[in-house]
């Protein structure tokens, strides 16, 4: 039976969880309070934190066994996103909490698929909630009052909350059609070429096009780890630029790590990767200073990568696509791999482009479901977009 997961700080906020757990009972759904507190529980609760905090890969006392109460949260942090995971019978998860509260229950939440219903009232919800939500499709909730026991308001805001998640979980989405799901990345600048391999593919695939601006092309890959997507076009790999050089919409580490994992049919190429995005001048790094810069509005400079840079950017790109035992076909636009990188264009650089196209030859290791394809076109040639169709479609019928 799926049940509604009700999450919060036993010690802090036992009156608050247990007046949500019980307006969710109240809507007919079944409950499960859980306790993520680092302090004696003050409420009943049907798993307590000493369980929680089992799942730590330290033990439990890695958790409850320190009086710094900093390393007692990031502890318990660490053991919800593992007790989350373990769970099969999650409908939905609602939580409470202040800032440890917060950092704790959406830890957990962020391990759960995509689409399971989540919703986290916090007194931090109407700020910067990235560290909380990241890739995730949390709802952040303000509180709008502090967590110090009830009140008149807060009554209202938990009711609602309740009402929600109760909502969210009896009323699930229907299932989509039966077509199978396709990641695809696009920027402003691969736009023509990634429209255009979308309309051709819609007939077959759920085309999930995503913005590679750091946060795009980890929801993409969080999609391939959950065994969401069927394959991957990834035309637009510029987030690898802004991790390498400081920009402000880079990947992580673990960029084409989903691809790895999952073995997806994979389709690649070098989009945008003539780019390092930046927020407006005067935040631009001073070791920059003196460098060909390109405004793409009033809030975005973008600065175009040298041939050095290129040749670092298609080493780190080949190298991780080589450690992918699923079929990869990674395709070079040699005429340009953006809108600016084009004849006449404001980052159009022949050398450059070649020292990045040498390198992701060199260093992505071919095998009979791994190769490299130059194509003497634009990234945004229609021809260079059928290409990258049949590209998949060959790879993908293997």
């Excluded at 509604?4 to 906020?13: C, H, L, R």
């Excluded at 009711?159 to 969210?168: D, E, K, L, P, T």
């Excluded at 691809?259 to 780019?275: E, N």
């Excluded at 590209?391 to 019928?397: E, K, N, T, V």
């Amino acid at each position: 039976m799926k049940r509604i997961y009700v999450v919060g700080t036993a010690d802090t906020k036992g009156e608050e969880l247990a007046f949500l757990a019980d307006a969710i009972a109240a809507t007919g759904a079944a409950v499960t309070r859980v306790d993520v507190g680092t302090r004696a529980a003050t409420v009943p609760v049907d798993i307590p934190a000493e369980e929680v905090a089992g799942h730590h890969h330290e033990g439990r006392n890695a958790v409850l066994g320190s009086d710094d109460r900093g390393m007692s949260v990031a502890a318990m942090a660490a053991a919800f996103a593992r007790f989350a995971q373990s769970r099969t019978d999650i409908a939905g998860m609602i939580g409470i909490g202040g800032g440890g509260g917060t950092s704790i229950v959406t830890s957990g939440m962020r391990t759960l698929p995509l689409g399971l219903p989540k919703i986290m009232v916090s007194t931090l919800a109407s700020g910067d909630t990235a560290p909380y939500v990241d890739v995730s499709d949390i709802v952040m909730m303000p509180s709008v009052t502090d967590m110090a026991g009830l009140n008149r308001l807060s009554r209202v805001v938990l009711h609602n909350a309740a009402q929600a998640i109760a909502g969210m979980a009896a009323k699930p989405a229907p299932s989509a059609d039966g077509k199978p799901s396709l990641g695809l990345t696009m920027f402003g600048v691969t736009t023509p070429c990634v429209t255009a391999i979308a309309d051709q593919l819609r007939a077959t695939y759920d085309c999930m096009v995503f913005h590679a601006t750091g946060t795009g092309g980890r929801t993409m890959e969080k999609l391939a780890d959950s065994g969401l997507l069927a394959g991957v076009i990834d035309i637009t790999t510029t987030e690898v630029c802004d991790l390498l050089f400081g920009g402000v919409l880079p990947a992580t580490e673990d960029r084409f790590g989903a691809i790895a994992r999952s073995k997806l049919p994979y389709v690649g190429s070098a989009g945008a990767l003539d780019m390092v995005n930046f927020w407006a001048p005067p935040t631009i790094p001073e070791r920059y200073r003196g460098r060909l810069f390109y405004e793409h509005n009033s809030n975005v400079t973008l600065m175009r990568t040298t041939a050095d840079e290129c040749r670092q950017i298609g080493e780190w790109i080949g190298g991780r696509l080589s450690r992918c035992q699923g079929p990869v076909h990674f395709l070079i636009p040699e005429k340009g791999v953006s809108a600016l990188d084009i004849e006449g264009g404001a980052f159009f650089d022949p050398a450059a482009d070649a020292a990045l196209f040498e390198a992701i030859e060199r260093t992505i290791k071919p095998t009979p479901t791994r190769r490299v394809t130059r194509l003497p076109l634009h990234i945004n040639d229609p021809e260079f977009a059928r290409a990258a169709t049949a590209a998949f479609l060959d790879i993908a019928s293997k």
